[in-house]
C-alpha cells in the first residue's frame, strides 16, 4: 500500500523533543519516496518563518522583471554599471560633444524612438550622463517623450517638425562649392572633415546628373576634377583632430573652451579658459579669435599650440553683440588686432607692376603710378608682425618708404641674411 501523501499546505508537525532544540529541523522536499513525518501525541510547535533570502524570488524568475520606468530617480548607478558604464567624462577618443553629435544621429535614425537606457548603451554613457546629454539636444532639436504603455518605459524621439529639411542646388552651384572642398583638407580625419566631406559627396551626386539645355546629356564631365582651389602648404593636423573638433563645437555652441596652450615668446605651457568667438583658416592654418577669459582680452590663438582641449557641455557664453571678425583680420598681413593704424608706403619696379595692381592684400591699400612703369602701395596697418616677410619675398623690386621702423627691420633682415651668405658653407654631415 503506497504511503499516505501530506495534505497541501499543511504545515509539518514535529514532536515536542524536537520542538525543544534550538537548531532548525531540516525537512526533505516531498517526494516519491518521501513519508510523511511519524504522528506525535506531543505539543506541536510551528516551525520557523522562512527568511527573506529563502522566499526571494529565483535568478530565473527575477529576470523577467519589467525595467524600471524611465522617470525614475537618478540614483541607480549601481545597477547602471552592471550594464558596463562607469560615471565620469567617458574615456576614448571621443569626446562629449561628439557623443552629443552621435545621440542626434541615433535619435534620426530610430524615429520611433528608443529609451533612455537603449540610447546610454548605445553611447556607452550612465543613463544619469544620457539625462544630461538630452537637456543639452532639447536646446537645439525638438524632443518629444512618450510612454509605451501606463507605467511602462517612455521612447525620446524627434518631433516631426525635425525631419530633415531639403535644400534644392543647381549643377552650377554644386560645382562652384566643390571647387573649395579642398580647402578642408587640412582638417582630415576630424569630425567637421568628415561632416564636410559627406555634404560634398552629395553635391557630387547633383554634379554629375546630365546637364540641360546645350549641356544636355553631358554627366560624366567630371568639372569636379578640374574646378579646384588648391592650397599653399597646407598644414596637416592629423595629430589635432580632437582639439579640432572640439574648437569647432565651442565655437558653433558657444561653450567655453578649456586647454593647454603653449606661448609663442617662450614655450612654456598655461592653462587657459578661452570663450572662442570665431574660427578662422589664414594661410591655410587654423587660428582662434576669441577672450582670454583670466586677462579679460579678446586674443588670437592657434591650434597648433592647443592640448588637452574640452569644451563644456553645460556652460554658455554670450556673443558680444559688437564683435566683428573684420576688426581682427588685416588681410594679407595676420589676423592680429594691433593698435591705432598707421601709414604704411612701399614702392614697387615696373617688373611686379601687374602682379601688385592684381592683387588685393588690404582693405584700405591704393595703388598709384610711378615714374618708370612701377607703382606706389599706400595702406594703413594696425600690426606690421607680417609685413616685413611680406615684403621681402619681392627681394629687390620692393621698397619701403616709411614707416621708418619698418625701414629698418626691412634692413636688418637683409643684412642678417647677407651675413649668412659670407659664412663658408659647413662640410658634409655638419651643422
Known sequence: MPPSKPRAG??????????????PATVAPPGPSARPPAASPGPSVRPPAASPRASSIPPAAASKRPPPPEDDDDDDDEGEARGGSTRGRPRGPFTQHRRLDALRSLLQKHPAGLTIYDLARELNVTPRSLRRYLVEVKRELDLVSVATRPGGPRLWRLSPSEAPRRVEVRRTQAYALLA?????????????FEEIDLAAQRLLGVARRPGRGPNAGVADARLEERFLYLPFAPKDYAARTE?????FQAVADLRPLRCRYRRARDGREERVLIHPYALVLYKDAIYCVGLHVSRGEVRTFLLDRMRDTECAVTERFELPPDFSIDDYFQGQFGIWRGGEPRRVVIDFDERVTEFVRTRKV???QEITPL??????????IGDMTELATWVLGFGETARVVEPPDLVDRVKRELAGALARYAEPPPADGQA
Not at 582639439?243 to 574648437?247: A, K, Q, S, T, Y
Not at 618708370?372 to 602701395?377: A, E, I, K, M, S
Open 10 to 23: 499543511a504545515a509539518p508537525r514535529l514532536t515536542g523533543d524536537a520542538g525543544l532544540d534550538s537548531r
Open 180 to 192: 573649395a572642398r579642398r580647402l578642408f583638407e587640412p582638417m582630415r580625419g576630424s569630425t567637421l
Open 243 to 247: 582639439e579640432l573638433d572640439d574648437l
Open 362 to 364: 588690404h582693405p584700405s
Open 371 to 380: 615714374p618708370g612703369g612701377g607703382v606706389r602701395l599706400t595702406m594703413h
